[in-house]
């Protein structure tokens, strides 16, 4: 299926476009059509949120948001949230997280698992990203 078909719904119901209902959202063939990743597509928004599609091929740079939580919902292989205390959450298709505001972490997909992760993330439209670097800051050592 076309990505253009999996956001209306599919071809017979192209029609009801045009009508105030909405049109159902097939993600997992939308998903399907991305040929490779890194991949972040906007697929739904509205009332100051949106849900973000996202597939996940390699490990994403350490980063926050001081103005959101960011909600993954993941559909499709294994996604790994790795956390600057150490931690990391490993979820499969069906699993969600909810990181915090301000709460640093990163995500990558599971290699045994394909390589690949889809997942959608929920997020406010106005989302502040900060990038970080890769290892956290070290003072220098306090002169005697």
């Not at 597939?55 to 909600?71: C, D, K, M, R, V």
């Not at 997909?109 to 929920?122: D, K, N």
Request: glycine share 10%.
């Amino acid at each position: 299926m076309s990505p253009e078909a999996a956001l209306s719904g599919g071809p017979d119901e192209r029609q009801r476009s045009e009508e105030a209902v909405p049109l159902p959202l097939d993600l997992l063939a939308l998903g399907a059509a991305v040929a490779q990743g890194p991949h972040n597509q906007v697929v739904m928004a509205g009332h100051g949120h949106r849900a973000r599609l996202t597939l996940t091929t390699s490990q994403g740079p350490w980063h926050h948001h001081p103005n959101t939580p960011e909600t993954f919902i993941v559909l499709e292989g294994v996604l790994v949230l790795d956390f600057r205390d150490g931690s990391s959450a490993r979820l499969r298709p069906g699993m969600s997280l909810s990181v915090p505001a301000g709460v640093s972490h990163r995500s990558r997909c599971e290699p045994l698992t394909g390589g690949r992760a889809l997942s959608i993330s929920l997020e406010v439209q106005d989302q502040q990203v900060v990038l970080e670097p890769e290892a956290p800051e070290t003072p220098p050592p306090e002169e005697p």
